[in-house]
């Protein structure tokens, strides 16, 4: 079964750091581009970044707002990709999907079932 | 950036409605657009990629169509379990931006 499992959620304070992690099953990880999309309580989505194949060397892409503070990275060994979350703020406070792109499409074929960041004091 | 604006935020028709989504981009995005149905509590699925490709396994009371800077999305005979809020997404160029959100409700 193709399936992707988020993990790492928690209560964090502001300012602090969390790395969440996502594992996938199912399908041939290595060739898939990665992306994380959040979406904070009563809200719509937001697009956070993507992580390419190795085929373009894992290159990244990020929102403007976590630029310069959240970190995607992957292991293909482990078929998990993974996102560091940095001086965060009470506005990171969302649930956090990770999905796979589709091979033949940039859209967003597979999704997680999420993991939630709260940030607070 | 691409910014992405849905209409109308929230809907109410009875099942058997013919209901349409509109999507617009504040620049022209070919057909580099997705449509996702989220249920409540749930995470999002893709319903259509490429403007009106239907995903596998999604009904064909689906439909998407458009191009350039305007998209519709079209449930041809609404049904209960079609509940849900539905989102656009660019993915022309990163950042890959979403629209706000309809919200479909049963009147």
């Known amino acids: 079964e193709v399936q992707l499992v988020e993990s790492g959620g928690g209560l964090v304070q502001p300012g602090g750091s969390l790395r969440l992690s996502c594992v996938a099953a199912?399908?041939?990880?290595?060739?898939?581009?990665m992306e994380w999309v959040r979406q904070a309580p009563g809200e719509g989505l937001e697009w956070v970044g993507r992580?390419?194949?190795?085929?373009?060397?894992?290159?990244?892409e990020y929102a403007a707002s976590v630029k310069g503070r959240f970190i995607i990275s992957r292991d293909d060994s482990k078929n998990s990709v993974y996102l560091q979350l940095n001086s965060l703020k009470t506005e990171d406070t969302a649930v956090y999907y990770c999905?796979?792109?589709?091979?033949?499409?940039?859209?967003?074929?597979?999704w997680g079932k999420g993991t939630t960041v709260t940030v607070s004091s | 950036d691409v910014q992405m604006t849905q209409s109308p935020s929230s809907l109410s028709a009875s099942v058997g409605d013919r209901v349409t989504l509109t999507c617009r981009a504040s620049q022209d995005i070919s057909n580099f657009l997705a449509w996702y149905q989220q249920k409540p509590g749930r995470a999002p699925k893709l319903l259509i990629y490429?403007?009106?490709t239907l995903h596998s396994g999604v009904p064909s009371r689906f439909s998407g169509s458009g191009s350039g800077t305007d998209f519709t999305l079209t449930i041809s005979s609404l049904q209960p379990e079609d509940v849900a809020t539905y989102y656009c997404?660019?993915?022309?160029?990163?950042?890959?931006?979403f629209g706000g959100g309809t919200k479909v409700e049963i009147k």
């Open positions: 999905a796979r792109e589709a091979s033949y499409d940039y859209a967003m074929d597979v």
């Open positions: 992580i390419r194949n190795i085929a373009k060397s894992h290159t990244t």
């Open positions: 199912g399908f041939s990880f290595s060739d898939h581009y």
């Open positions: 490429a403007e009106s």
């Open positions: 997404q660019n993915y022309k160029s990163a950042p890959f931006t």
